[in-house]
């Protein structure tokens, strides 16, 4: 699931739902750049998940609120590419070719019109 260290946690805090910890690179803001996004993806109405920012054993980063629910799962899209797009290699962490808008939307789509997920 991506290049990046993150683990996932269950808080007690809230409501024992699922948060997803994520540590930034060195020098690079990704924590407070994922709050600043939802924050503004709140004032524009535009629907988010949760991202506070955290401190797990000193390190800071952001926590991730799972927007699954009603027994529904998350799957990661390099999980949905690999299944829509031949070729793709989701052990490769770099330097991704395939990972393209095109092939997003192509795996979006084999994954939810055409499997009837959407319906």
């Known amino acids: 699931m991506g290049s990046k260290?993150?683990?996932?946690?269950r808080s007690n805090e809230a409501g024992g739902r699922d948060w997803l910890f994520k540590y930034p690179r060195p020098g690079t803001g990704?924590?407070?750049?994922e709050?600043?996004?939802?924050?503004?993806a709140s004032a524009l109405r535009i629907r988010h998940a949760r991202v506070d920012l955290a401190e797990f054993e000193g390190h800071r980063g952001s926590a991730t609120e799972s927007?699954?629910?009603?027994?529904?799962?998350?799957?990661?899209g390099n999980d949905l590419l690999e299944g829509a797009v031949y070729g793709y290699d989701p052990k490769q962490r770099f330097g991704q070719p395939?990972?393209?808008?095109g092939n997003i939307?192509?795996?979006?789509?084999?994954?939810?019109v055409h499997s009837g997920a959407a319906r």
């Open 105 to 112: 939307w192509t795996a979006m789509d084999y994954s939810f």
């Open 5 to 9: 260290r993150k683990f996932w946690f």
């Open 98 to 101: 395939s990972h393209t808008l």
């Open 35 to 40: 709050k600043i996004a939802a924050e503004v």
């Open 67 to 76: 927007f699954a629910r009603g027994g529904r799962e998350l799957h990661h």
């Open 30 to 33: 990704e924590h407070w750049a």
